[in-house]
């Protein structure tokens, strides 16, 4: 994976479109349930996919390009903030005849700024 992701980044670069690009990698749950001999691939976080502990929700991601400094973003992110802090990230505020920041038209909220500044997330719990 290292290698393809290297593959793609110098290809993006190489045409000229690096500068306007964000990847993201991200997971959708924790590590599945082990038997009780094995280890957690989770430790040291509590449970595993499916189950409402850490290790079932708090997952490994990034986000990375020009546009971000690099750095860890402690803040809390949910799922459905992706969404609305990539429509920020690419300068999209409407959808139809919609606001997406004032008409609350998506359920999750905006971390762009705090991620491009690594300052405090807009969620709080």
């Excluded at 976080?45 to 860890?72: C, D, M, N, Q, W």
Aim: charged share 20%.
């Amino acid at each position: 994976m290292d290698d393809t992701v290297r593959d793609i980044v110098n290809k993006l670069k190489k045409t000229g479109q690096y500068n306007n690009t964000l990847i993201i990698f991200i997971s959708d749950n924790g590590a599945r349930k082990m038997p009780t001999y094995v280890k957690s691939s989770n430790f040291p976080l509590r449970g595993f996919k499916g189950s409402v502990y850490e290790g079932g929700t708090k997952v490994p991601a990034f986000f990375h390009g020009p546009a971000i400094k690099s750095h860890r973003y402690a803040g809390l992110f949910h799922s459905v903030d992706i969404l609305p802090t990539i429509l920020t990230a690419v300068n999209i505020t409407r959808t139809g005849q919609q606001s997406v920041a004032k008409e609350k038209v998506l359920d999750g909220l905006n971390h762009w700024e705090a991620m491009k500044r690594n300052t405090v997330s807009p969620r709080k719990h």
